[in-house]
């Protein structure tokens, strides 16, 4: 940490009155200006017995939210959304909850460390190390992969990379990739000219049609949709707001829905153009060219949903004044992905919903924003891939990811790492990646971390969500940031120009300058210190002013639309659906409250299942609780089962957030991960085709018993047995 | 001199000052089940993670569990209404009257249950009178490795082997909402403060607050018709009042 300034002379030298400087209060601790202090010496911004509050945000999923945590004695002891933050408005999900789990996290990463070597090293070597990988490798051979999280340092390395020649960053995530974040982007791109990722008003709509997007538990922001499916629902102005969700496997979302139509995957885009066909003749007019080639009963017959449902489901859509459809999650995770996407949003054309309440917009664009800042697709993933295996490149650099485990197996990750000859990893805790790379270089924890983080998509208005360290940091970690900073300087030449910064803060204050004399701020201010004094007091800045774009209609209707059905890899007989744990995920199986929260639907806690409908158990002779193996294409697991009387019969699902192999004491040696399952299979759009692989079912004769929450009677194994 | 007629008052004054009876509303019609509101409370009341053996025991520690149940059979299938239940505050509770130790006793200030741990000798008479079945037991002392005690709450207790426990409508916040405003020579406003659960709750199902205060919003939500509360016909009492929607 520097000790060049103590807070006294940072208040000196920001030249503050006594009426900002009661403002500043809301700044400490700012880490790299304040010496760490013991706990029986308090530093001067707390009370005994007093807590402190700090705006930041949250780290654990690349929606943005704002947080306010509350600190006492100089430890963080409770996070609560922030109530002033225009996504979550004080509100937060389960993980954002167990954050401090991961500040405090018995495993983490606490010195930066050499693969093999017993004693850590010191970060003077470590920023050494960098500053060789940068200066002694051509600009093209040095990579940067990163995760959706923060974006402040994404834009660092981008701006490395733009002027030395080195490899643009690409971001990558499994939630991304299990939202089929870019085909979502991709469809509106097509149908629009825009690409960005559309937002849908929930709230304000009076029927939802939502194809695959399990948009309660983990699609894009789901605090955001979920106060959006409140305002559904508990409407003042208008009657209770009605929810239909189309999927395989019921959901979260789709057990909150007043209608769930489990129709056979693959057949998606066939049944929105059968609906959009009947929903054109039921408005009148001429028949739009997008739904004039669809048979209806052939579109019945193939999805299994029957001619009458669809009639009504078609009356339900084109008779509402707020009627929305929403493409998502295992819908767009198919071969035929991308047109799925079209034909929904297509839906939306034909209601003449965009821009209106209750409608479809394009997300507002985050402040001192360019262009849609999207993740790398998975096919993308496999060139880059590739160039690892091929060896164009001899510097690897990871942040915010975990490519061994967020990856798909097959895609062949781990064994072109072998390939690349130097692997750092800046990861936090002791991951899968991390445990492979040749460095550790750890960062911050979010926590403890300067930053912003673009909100992009949930928000009326353009939000950069500004991140502040709330504690001093717990180890002898570094920021990212810092470390890229210092070994760039250290490299010399055009590394050094291009990051001419003392350090991370004034990095960011350099990219908040633009946004000082910006007009229709949450707050303006006459320097930069004072700015970034108020960035860090409200959790980040926002324009007042509404920044959703409306759709550009014109031409949507006339387009040929495909409603081909999805091709399948895998000769097994049954569809497979991963689904992404709405309280693990990619990243949340070494917190263990997050562990012992019980899933939505099934209340499982601490593991993985698989879901498998009761009647297609029976017809098996398989049991609650009966390990079976899984085979697909490109790999086989066993796992537990778990009856689920809400999946189709032909269909099996498996939760995406367990199967580590390394990430910590909680999460290491527990659980499988759906990715070992998952082939090279990929949408239109590039996107992988996780909902597109077909499986078999073997018994193995053993038995692993799941911890549920649900129907305890009986566990105690006294007098009341189970029914079979 | 005040005569003895204004003291009787100022008496009475004072002890209106500390009572008052909260409540809570939660609507299942928007509730989705995400389990923030039990992360919040776990993270806000010190609960112990009790692993994965355990947790399949049925000895889970969580203060708020979110039931659903299924109702009829595929295709036609459907999960019930998501439904939060902690502790429901009984007037009349079941639990008081069977512990031998006097830990669970009812506070008149706040017409709540209180648990006192440290008079606690674990005969789990409480949890096995409790028609909710919301009341956990420590059945071990439950590991925090270093450093996660840092994350503990200095507010509320931390429970350990032996002991009962349960929700507590966040007293701890409860009494350091009182405290401000009695510093402040006012009453506690409604909207202030609210429980960990309520102001995680990303849908806005959990609204907490004043019952006995007619224009509080708890009270005016609670009084809304289509309202119930479970297990009423037990003559308990509760304050959590449950809207389930069309």
């Not at chain 1, 985050?366 to 999207?374: G, L, M, S, W, Y």
């Not at chain 1, 809400?646 to 290491?668: L, N, S």
């Amino acid at each position: 940490m520097s000790e060049q300034f103590s807070r006294r002379d940072f208040l000196k030298l920001a030249g503050l009155g006594a009426a900002t400087t009661a403002i500043l209060t809301g700044c400490g601790p700012a880490s790299r200006y304040v010496k760490r202090e013991p706990y029986m010496q308090m530093p001067e911004y707390n009370y005994n017995g007093q807590s402190t509050y700090y705006a930041t945000t949250c780290r654990e999923c690349a929606a943005g939210c704002g947080l306010i945590v509350r600190t006492m004695q100089g430890r963080a002891i409770k996070t609560e959304g922030n109530a002033n933050h225009p996504l979550n408005l004080g509100k937060t999900c389960a993980r954002g909850q167990a954050t401090l789990h991961g500040l405090y996290n018995p495993d983490r990463v606490t010195d930066p460390i050499k693969a093999g070597s017993p004693t850590p090293m010191g970060w003077d070597t470590a920023i050494q190390v960098v500053a060789d990988a940068l200066k002694n490798n051509n600009p093209e051979e040095i990579a940067f992969l990163m995760g959706m999280t923060p974006d402040h340092l994404f834009d660092l390395v981008s701006d490395l990379a733009d002027a030395t020649g080195m490899n643009a960053p690409i971001r990558f995530g499994a939630l991304g990739m299990f939202e089929s974040r870019v085909t979502l982007s991709k469809a509106a791109e097509n149908l629009f000219g825009v690409a960005g990722l559309p937002f849908f008003d929930v709230g304000g709509a009076q029927v939802v049609f939502s194809f695959g997007a399990n948009f309660l538990e983990t699609w894009l922001s789901p605090v955001s949709y979920t106060r959006g499916f409140a305002g559904l629902r508990e409407g003042v102005t208008k009657q209770r707001g009605k929810l239909v969700q189309f999927e395989a496997r019921m959901s979260a979302t789709g057990g909150k829905a007043d209608e769930w139509i489990p129709l056979r995957p693959g057949t998606e885009a066939l049944v929105v153009l059968a609906i959009g066909r009947l929903a054109a003749e039921l408005k009148g007019g001429s028949m739009p060219r997008a739904f004039s080639g669809v048979d209806v009963l052939d579109a019945a017959s193939r999805s299994g949903v029957k001619l009458e449902t669809l009639e009504h489901l078609a009356t339900m859509f084109a008779n509402s004044t707020g009627a929305l459809a929403i493409p998502g999650g295992a819908a767009l995770g198919q071969s035929n992905g991308l047109a799925v996407a079209e034909a929904v949003l297509a839906l939306n054309a034909l209601v003449d919903n965009f821009g209106r309440p209750g409608g479809l917009y394009l997300s507002a664009l985050a402040p001192n924003e360019t262009d849609d800042h999207r993740p790398a697709s998975a096919k993308e993933m496999q060139e880059f891939v590739q160039k690892m295996t091929d060896g164009k490149f001899k510097v690897l650099f990871v942040h915010g990811v975990n490519p061994f485990f967020e990856l798909p197996n097959s895609l062949g990750f781990r064994s072109a790492s072998k390939n690349v000859p130097l692997l750092i990893s800046f990861s936090t805790f002791p991951d899968e990646t991390a445990r492979e790379a040749n460095y550790i270089f750890p960062d911050h924890h979010g926590l403890e971390s300067w930053g912003y983080q673009r909100v992009a998509t949930g928000a009326d208005q353009p939000v950069l969500s500004g991140a502040q360290p709330v504690v001093s940091p717990f180890y002898n970690t570094r920021a990212t940031a810092d470390v890229l900073i210092a070994a760039a300087q250290l490299a010399g030449g055009k590394f050094s120009q291009a990051l001419p910064f003392k350090d991370e803060v004034e990095f960011l204050q350099g990219k908040a300058a633009s946004l000082m004399n910006e007009a229709n701020g949450s707050f303006s201010a006459p320097d930069i210190l004072t700015f970034m004094a108020y960035f860090q007091q409200h959790g980040g800045w926002w324009k007042t002013s509404e920044g959703r774009g409306i759709p550009d209609a014109a031409g949507v209707l006339n387009r040929n639309l495909s409603g081909d059905a999805a091709e399948f890899a895998g000769e097994g007989e049954f569809f497979f659906v991963p689904f992404v744990s709405p309280t693990l995920a990619e990243a949340g199986a070494n917190k263990p409250w997050l562990q012992e929260l019980p899933d939505p639907t099934t209340t499982v806690m601490w593991n993985t299942w698989l879901e498998m409908n009761p009647k297609t158990a029976r017809d098996l002779h398989i049991e609650n609780d009966d390990v079976v193996r899984v085979v697909s294409a490109a790999g086989a697991v066993e796992l537990p089962v778990y009856l689920y009387p809400a999946i189709r019969p032909d269909t099996v699902a498996m939760p995406f957030g367990q199967g580590h192999t390394a990430y910590g004491r909680y999460a290491e040696g527990r659980g499988i991960n759906p990715n070992d399952l998952l082939g090279q299979h990929f949408n239109e759009a590039g996107d992988l085709a996780f909902a597109g692989m077909k499986v078999s079912i073997e018994k193995t004769g053993r038995k692993q018993h799941l911890s549920r929450l649900e129907s305890m009677i009986g566990v105690y194994g006294e007098g009341m047995g189970e029914e079979h | 001199m005040a005569t003895l007629s204004d003291l009787k008052i100022s008496e009475v004054k004072l002890s209106t000052e500390e009572s008052g009876k909260w409540g809570m509303v939660i609507d299942q019609d928007i509730c989705t089940g995400c389990q923030a509101c039990v992360a919040a409370c776990a993270m806000e009341n010190n609960l112990s993670f009790v692993g994965e053996e355990d947790a399949g025991y049925g000895r889970s520690m969580h203060w708020i569990r979110i039931e659903r149940f299924w109702e009829g059979e595929y295709p036609e299938v459907k999960m019930t209404p998501n439904q939060p239940m902690m502790c429901q505050q009984c007037g009349s509770a079941p639990c008081e009257p069977v512990c031998p130790a006097f830990a669970t006793v009812h506070s008149q200030a706040e017409q709540l249950n209180l648990q006192v741990y440290n008079r606690c000798v674990g005969t789990r008479y409480c949890a096995n009178n409790c028609p909710y079945q919301v009341r956990s037991f420590n059945w071990r002392d439950y590991e925090r490795p270093e450093p996660l005690p840092n994350q503990l709450n200095p507010d509320v207790t931390v429970r350990r082997r032996g002991i009962m426990e349960k929700c507590t409508f966040c007293i701890q916040r409860i009494h350091h909402a009182q405290d401000q405003a009695k510093a402040e020579g006012r009453e506690v406003m409604d909207g202030e403060f609210t429980t960990a659960c309520a102001q995680a709750c990303p849908a806005n199902a959990i609204t907490f607050g004043r019952m006995d205060d007619p224009k509080s919003l708890v009270s005016q939500l609670a009084k809304r018709q289509g309202g119930g509360k479970h297990l009423e016909e037990l003559g308990t009492l509760p304050n959590v009042t449950y809207f389930k929607g069309e």
